[in-house]
């Protein structure tokens, strides 16, 4: 998987693919990621990439001519898929990670300030995601979160490769709740069944702590699963 990514600030993208799991998966090369700074593509002589609104209002907007010549220098595989980062695209679930996870390549569009010209929209035509609503200062935040997760999904970036079959969402229930030593912290006991061996009753434990959880915790999971079910 190749993750390109389009973004004023780089080092961002960097400093947090410089450690643990990522940084494992980029030294494998399971993953590989670029980032490609606009400033670098602009014709102003003067290296600026962002303008005041045409209308008027606060901030600056973000010029298309950086953003437009840099995505079209990327190198694009045959299998690719352009993702532009904005609190107005459909909203990331485990759905649309796993969607990601079947391309050889992800490109990228971080906005900052107020955000991308228009134009910027029209000729790239990209995937609008968004991470949820609510607005950050700038597009990297939510990149490193769509290179986290689809990583995980990226055969070899996880040290088992169950791991993220059991995760929160991957059947559509949040994750059991899960223990380790010692036996008894402050008085608090690991549930007796998970210390007696037997696989068949760990099993049906955890399957249903699943089942109480998301009932408890995310009713529009819970619906959604047993609808399905029925
Ligand atoms: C301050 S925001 C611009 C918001 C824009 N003025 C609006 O109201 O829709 C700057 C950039 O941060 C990124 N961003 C902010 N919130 C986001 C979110 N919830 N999901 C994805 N990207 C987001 C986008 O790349 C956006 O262009």
């Known amino acids: 998987m190749r993750f ?9 993208i960097d400093s947090c693919c410089g450690c643990s799991i990522l940084k494992r998966a980029l030294e494998n090369n399971i993953i590989e990621v670029n980032t490609i700074n606009p400033r670098d593509f602009t014709l102003d002589k003067h290296k600026k990439v962002d303008d005041t609104p045409y ?3 606060a901030g600056m907007v973000l010029a298309p001519q950086p953003f437009v010549d840099s995505y079209e220098n990327v190198d694009k595989l045959p299998n690719s ?5 904005t609190p107005q695209g459909e909203v990331f679930n485990d759905k649309i990670c796993s969607d990601l996870a079947k391309y050889d390549q992800i490109i990228m569009l971080c906005g900052h300030y107020e955000g991308f ?15 949820g609503d609510f607005v950050l200062t ?10 986290d997760s689809v990583s995980r999904k990226i055969e070899g970036t996880l040290g088992h490769s169950e791991s993220a079959n059991n995760d929160s969402f991957a059947n559509g229930l949040l994750e ?4 380790t030593k010692p036996r008894v912290f402050r008085g ?20 249903e702590q699943s089942l109480k959880r998301t009932k408890l915790k995310r009713k529009d999971l819970w619906d959604k699963w047993k609808a399905n079910k029925s």
């Open 4 to 12: 390109d990514v389009l973004t004023l600030f780089p080092e961002m």
């Open 117 to 131: 010209d228009e134009r910027i929209r029209e000729i790239i035509q990209p995937m609008e995601i968004s991470i």
């Open 188 to 207: 608090l006991e690991v549930p007796e069944v998970l210390l007696n061996g037997n696989h068949a009753e760990i099993e049906k434990f955890r399957h």
């Open 176 to 179: 059991y709740p899960q223990y």
């Open 81 to 85: 898929v352009t993702v532009m980062l």
């Open 55 to 57: 209308g008027g209002g």
């Open 138 to 147: 700038g597009g990297e935040l939510p990149a490193l979160c769509l290179i």
